[in-house]
Structures are given as C-alpha cells and as structure tokens.
C-alpha cells in the first residue's frame, strides 16, 4: 500500500508519481499502451520481451480531478488514485478495468465450512494474507469477462474460472486441464466483456500466478513472487487491435522460409542413417510430400551437444547430403545441457570462457539430463549468446536447416534447479529464479543469431520453452502430448490461445508424442496439422511409430490427401505470415477473433479460422463421422462442394474418416499451387486462384522465399479483385509492388 498520492511530474511520455510511501510511475507509450510500474527490485524496466524503444510521439493530458489524477490520450484514460490503485476508462468514458478496492476474499479457496472443520481437528488455519504475493494485482470483476491468450496453457480457449502459473515446465506426464503450467511463459492476457477488449501484459519474469475468477467470481488477480510490478493496458476497438498492439510491443514472428511450411517428420528413435534414409525413401515412394526430416538426439555422439554420432549416422552430414538429393531438409536437435566431459570441445570451452552458471558458492552448478551430468550455459551473457550462436556453424557445416531447441526450461533430471543457482543478466547477476522462464527464450535468441549469420538465411529455429517475446526467434511446439483425444482436442484451443499470445508459428507433435498412435486418431490429427502453422508427425521412443505407412492403406491415403492440400495451399499460409509479420495477426485464429460480438464464438474449442476467411472444422473424437459445424455471419461455401451455407447458425455435416469440414466465407480468392512433393521440387511460377461467389479483394504476397532480400524490396504485392458481373466471374489483378519475378500464369480456377 503506497498511502496517499502526492505529487506526479510529467517527463516525455512519463509520469511519475510520488506516493506516501514509495514511487511509482504511468507510462503511456501509446495512444492505446499504457504501462503501469512499481519499482521493487531494479528502478527501469530489463524487460525481455520488450526491446527496443516502443514509446511513440503521443498526445496525452496529466489533470488532477479531485483526488484523482487522470491520464488520457485520445483513446485511452488512466486513473490513478491512492494507494496506486488504477483505473482504466475508454475515451467515451466506458469502463474498461478497475482496480479491486476490497481486498482478496476467499471464497472458493477455502469455505467457511471447511474452516471449522480444519479448526476443529486442531489445524493451524492459514490467514487469507498468506497467500498473498509480493507482486500482485487485483482487478475487479465486471461479470461477464471472457479471457484469451496465456500462450500454451492446458484446457479450453476461454480461461475464465481457472487459474495458471507461469513457470516453465517439463511435463513428461499426460497433460490434462488440471496442469497450471506447461513450457512456456507467457503472461499475456486479453479480457473481452460487454464494456470492450483490453490486454494485459505481465512483463515479470518470476514464477507467476493468474487467477481468473476461480479464487472469487467477483475479482481475478496476478500475483509473482519477485520482481517489479511492470504490467502493460493495451487497448484497442477490437480484440484485433489488442493483438496487434501486443506484438507491437514484444514483436512479430518474422516472416520464415517456405520450405518451413511444408511438412515435417520427425521421431525419437531414429536411431541411424539407415533409418533417416528409410522414410526419406518411404516418403518419396509413397508420393506423401514432405520437406523435412528431423533428427533427434541419437545424431549426438553420447548426446554431447555439437558432435555426430559417427557409428550409427556414418560420415557427418553424409546421410543429410544423401536425403537433400531428394528434397528433404534436415533439422538437429540441440538441448542446453552441456555434458561434463572433460576433453570434449564444447565443455572446455565452457569452462575457458566462464560461460556456465554456478552455485551461490561459485563451483559450476551440476545436474543431469540425457548425457548424464551436465552444466548449464549462462545465456544471459552476450559472450556465452555469441558463442552458442557461433556453434550452430557446426550444424550448418553439415548442411543442417534449422535447430530444434529442447529441454530449456530448463529440464533437469535431478530434482529442478534450486532457486538460488547463478545466471546473469547482462551486466547483473541473477538466480535461477528470475532467469527460469527467459531461460529458453535466450536461448532461442542466441540459436537465431546464430543461423542467421551463418548462412543469412530466414532463421528456422523450434523452441519448447519461451517467454513473451521469443516469436521474434522462434517457432514453438507443445512439448511431449500424448496420442490421446483428449490432447487433439486440446490442440485448438491451445494453437489458438498461442497465436493470441503473438506465436502465429506453433504446431503440436502430430499423432501425439507419447503413448500409441491409432490409425484414426492419425487421421483425425493430420486434418488439424495441415492447418497447424508448424507441421510436424513426432512420437517417442517405446511409443508405436505413426509414420503414415505404419497403418493401412486408408490411413495412407487420408495423411497423403490433407499434406497435399497443405501444399497446394501454401502461398495462403505464406500470406498469412506475411500480414503476420505487419499486423501480429496469427495464422491460425479462433472465431472469437474476428466476430467477438457474436456470443456463439465465445467458447467454440472445436473450430478455427486458417487467417479470416477459412473455416476449418475437424472431427475430435473417436468414431464421430458428423460435425456440429457454427458458422458466424455471412454466406460460407463448402470447401469441397461449394454449396453454400447460411451464416449465424449451427450445422450437423457429414465428416467420414477422410474429411475435414472446411467453409470459405463469401468473396474470398484463395491462391493455391499445384501439388508438389517438396518446396524446390519445381518452379512455383504458376498461380491458382480459387475464387467463391460474392465481391472481393485479395492480397498475395511473393518473394524468393528464403532470405532477407524482401526487405529490400525484393518482393511482390498482387492485388486481386473479384466482381460477379452478370454471373460472369473476373479477377483483376493489380500490381502493388513489383521487385520480384512475377508468376509465368495465374490462372483462375473454375
Ligand atoms: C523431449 C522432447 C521430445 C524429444 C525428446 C528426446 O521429451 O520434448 O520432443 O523427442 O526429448 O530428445
């Protein structure tokens, strides 16, 4: 409790506040950003999510009204009264949130009822200010918040009533809605009520916690054990706004190769050359297109990372020359864990340059992971960054195409790190307990600049853990699910929630990681993958191989149909990462996103949207051969059939083994390529357009797909208008930019 607000001063875009008892400050960044900041460890910000500088020229008034000191912008209107408590108003004077006066009741926690009882059988009965955080903030409840984001989180898509943690997590068990955190941090927010949208975000990097109405309905809270009070308002007319404006802030996934959009497969258990040249051949018999192949750990020579394991995959970057002849790129594995060997190059060099972290003592902190004992790199460093980056030209040497990141929560083997084990941040030192959950996000930042400089391509590099802001590295998947229902359904939401949380390039292990694949669970996977960002069939070792020929013909036959149409759909997926890269709009969206007004979107688990205009509705449970489809307003056309469809109502379709409801709203063009086995295998030189009834405009974006040069202009915008003229149907197409190699033909589909 600051006490009584008594002065405020305005510098730039800051102002500042004294109370009674403390200092704290507004700063609006702007006209819909405003950061609220308590100082209680460090007097600026060290974000991680955020670099560089996001303050822009604003326009806002600083006028004491009464006790109340009110900032406002144009759009957006700060109240800060004593205490530090916050109110936020939009222009027309609608509140948006309000800061919670009363104080946490606990309600729900612990009933009177169950007081007693505890009381009775002699138990201490703990106070409700125990369980207060030495962060937290309180606001409350309008009654009818729905609230989105909180990146991989378990459950459904709306997160009103449960309540998470912030706290990177291997999780090897099942992860089921009762998992309060899973690998990743990101505290990132968007509440929806009848008074508007608003995001939250928490820019604290210690353990955290967010309850969302299941403590008591008539408040939800933030709370981390350390650090500052440093959270952001970000407001906006609608929920689009607020995602735009958070990827303002912590950034864009930029845009990827193309080859990275294709499918992938991958396995924990390919154990030799022999069995990477197995399904690189099995791929191309089949003619089941596929772009990459993933090598995990058994690559390594003893699981040291930055070696070849000679015995089993021959020659290094033999095997990885042999499957490029035929179109398949290769990804390696890297974990942080150095294994202790003295003699070996990477942990000599550690130990020379001082780059792993340490006990409170000093000795170089030891656990375990799969080399067995290992030591940990210290990325907060720039030096230790620059020198992991540098060790990716390993990889590259050998013709590798990106890096999958693992175990960087990071994972340990012997009981979690302790609290207090020594990193650094920058130029200052800090405990585990503040670097755990940046921990994977510095790596991925070091991997990154790391391939970017060593072959100036688009960086592909996959993480498991992140924090707010790694989407500018990194692409994410969900970690080790399980060939369960269960975990298909959870699927959506959860690439959903990720894409609102700024991660527009995240995909789950396709058939599940662990336990056994069955072939329809296959099926039904494979028809959310080829919609998923990231594309990827993983599985475990011990788990049965799910290799579309691992079952039966029909099998075969379903997974070559929906990869095929990943391909042929590919310019739109590549659009969609370029307006990704402009707006922060995610690739894959739920219906909430874009008709927030329609009540019926609020919950919908079982749907998506592939950018505005594909409706992708996929059978999740086992045996189901019908659907329960909701389309929002509007005339939506099958997919297949192009019959159309009514908007604002619910439909029962058919959905055999071998279909997926898709509906394409009304006006749409969808560019298409035709059919390829790989991106390379021929010139992408001719463009398909599909074009459904009713007016509209598209725009399509083309470059050489592989590096920076768009940046420089190297690209192409087509603009294509669609008008239905006397039933005639016409595309016009307009140039926008031209600084690329145009299409030889673009042909309108019939
Ligand atoms: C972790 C990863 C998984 C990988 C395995 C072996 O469990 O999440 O994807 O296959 O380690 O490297």
Redesign the pocket.
């Known amino acids: 409790m600051l006490g009584k607000l008594i002065s405020h001063k305005t510098e730039g875009n800051e102002v500042k506040l004294t109370f009674e008892k403390g200092e704290a400050a507004l700063r609006v960044l702007t006209p819909e950003i405003i950061n609220v900041f308590l100082p209680r460890e460090t007097k600026d910000h060290r974000s991680k999510a955020i670099e560089g500088e996001k303050a822009q020229k604003v326009t806002f008034t600083v006028k004491q009204e009464g006790e109340v000191l009110v900032v406002a912008t144009e759009k957006l209107a700060a109240k800060v009264c004593d205490d530090f408590y916050v109110d936020f108003y939009k222009a027309d004077g609608t509140l948006l949130c309000e800061d919670d006066r009363q104080g946490r009741i606990f309600t729900r926690q612990i009933s009177e009822h169950f007081i007693e009882v505890l009381k009775a059988e002699g138990h201490e009965v703990p106070e409700a200010s125990d369980f207060h955080y030495p962060v937290e903030v309180v606001k409350k409840m309008q009654g009818d918040e729905k609230f989105y984001g909180l990146g991989d989180k378990t459950g459904f898509l709306n997160k009103r009533d449960y309540e998470y943690e912030n706290w990177n997590s291997d999780i090897?068990q099942a992860h089921t809605e009762d998992y309060r955190a899973l690998y990743k941090s990101i505290p990132f927010l968007i509440t929806l009520s009848g008074n508007g949208v608003y995001g939250l975000f928490f820019d604290n990097t210690y353990k955290s916690y967010l309850n969302l109405g299941k403590e008591n309905e008539g408040y939800f809270y933030y709370g981390a054990e350390a650090g500052n009070l440093d959270y952001y308002m970000i407001a906006g007319e609608k929920m689009t706004d607020v995602v735009s404006g958070y990827t303002y802030l912590t950034g864009r996934t930029p845009l990827p190769q193309l080859w990275t959009l294709g499918y992938h497969q991958s396995r924990?258990g390919y154990e030799s050359a022999e069995d990477i040249r197995e399904v690189a051949e099995k791929y191309r018999e089949l003619k089941i297109p596929c772009d990459t192949i993933h090598f995990?750990?058994d690559y390594m020579d003893g699981y040291r990372v930055f070696t070849w394991n000679n015995k089993e995959f021959g020659e290094p970057g033999a095997i990885i020359a042999e499957i490029a002849e035929k179109g398949f790129k290769t990804v390696c594995?890297i974990d942080p864990g150095v294994k202790l060997d003295e003699g070996y190059e990477k942990y000599d060099e550690g130990i020379a340059g001082d780059y792993f972290a340490k006990t409170p003592e000093g000795e170089i902190y030891v656990n375990a992971v799969?080399p067995g004992d290992a030591v940990y790199p210290d990325f907060g460093k720039q030096e230790v960054r620059d020198w992991w980056g540098g060790s990716q030209k390993f990889l590259t040497d050998l013709g590798v195409r990106g890096t999958w990141n693992?175990?960087n929560e990071p994972a340990s083997f012997r009981g979690e790190l302790p609290k207090d084990v020594m990193f650094t941040d920058e130029d200052m030192p800090l405990p585990h307990a503040a670097m755990h959950n940046i921990y994977g996000h510095l790596m991925s930042k070091a991997t990154y600049g790391g391939l970017k400089k060593a072959d100036g391509k688009r960086p592909f590099v996959i993480t498991?853990a992140c924090y707010a802001g790694t989407q500018k590295y990194s692409t994410v998947w969900t970690?080790?699910n399980q060939s369960l229902w269960a975990h298909l359904q959870m699927a959506v939401p959860q690439l959903c929630n990720l894409g609102m949380s700024g991660f527009a390039f995240a995909g789950t292990?396709v058939g599940g990681?662990g336990a056994d694949c069955t072939p329809e669970l296959l099926c039904r996977w494979v028809q959310v993958g080829a919609f998923s960002p990231l594309f990827r069939n993983?599985s475990?070792k011990g788990s049965t191989y799910q290799e579309p020929w691992q079952f039966d013909e029909k099998t075969i036959a379903i997974n070559r149909k929906f990869i095929e149409l990943r391909y042929r759909l590919l310019p739109y997926f590549y659009d969609l990462f370029h307006v990704c890269e402009e707006t922060g709009l995610p690739v894959i969206r739920p219906l909430v996103l874009h008709y927030e007004d329609d009540s019926e979107t609020w919950n919908l688990n079982g749907e998506f949207l592939v950018g505005e205009n594909l409706l992708v509705a996929p059978v999740l449970e086992q045996g189901m051969t019908k659907k329960l489809v909701y389309l929002p307003e509007g005339i939506w056309y099958d997919f297949e059939t192009k019959k159309p469809y009514e908007g604002k109502r619910y439909y029962m379709v058919d959905a055999p083994l071998d279909t997926c409801p898709m509906f394409v709203k009304e006006g749409t063009i969808l560019p298409t390529f035709e059919p390829m086995q790989y991106v390379g295998e021929k010139p992408l030189d001719v463009l398909r357009l599909m074009v459904f009834p009713g007016e509209g405009r598209y725009v399509h974006y083309q470059d050489n797909g592989e590096d920076f040069a768009y940046r420089n202009g190297e690209y192409n915008l087509y603009e294509f208008t669609h008008r239905e003229e006397d039933g005639a149907e016409e595309v016009e197409i307009t140039m926008l930019h031209e600084g690329y190699r145009c299409y030889r033909k673009i042909e309108v589909l019939s």
């Open positions: 090897p924990w995990d750990i594995i799969w693992d175990m498991r970690g080790d292990d990681f993983h475990s």
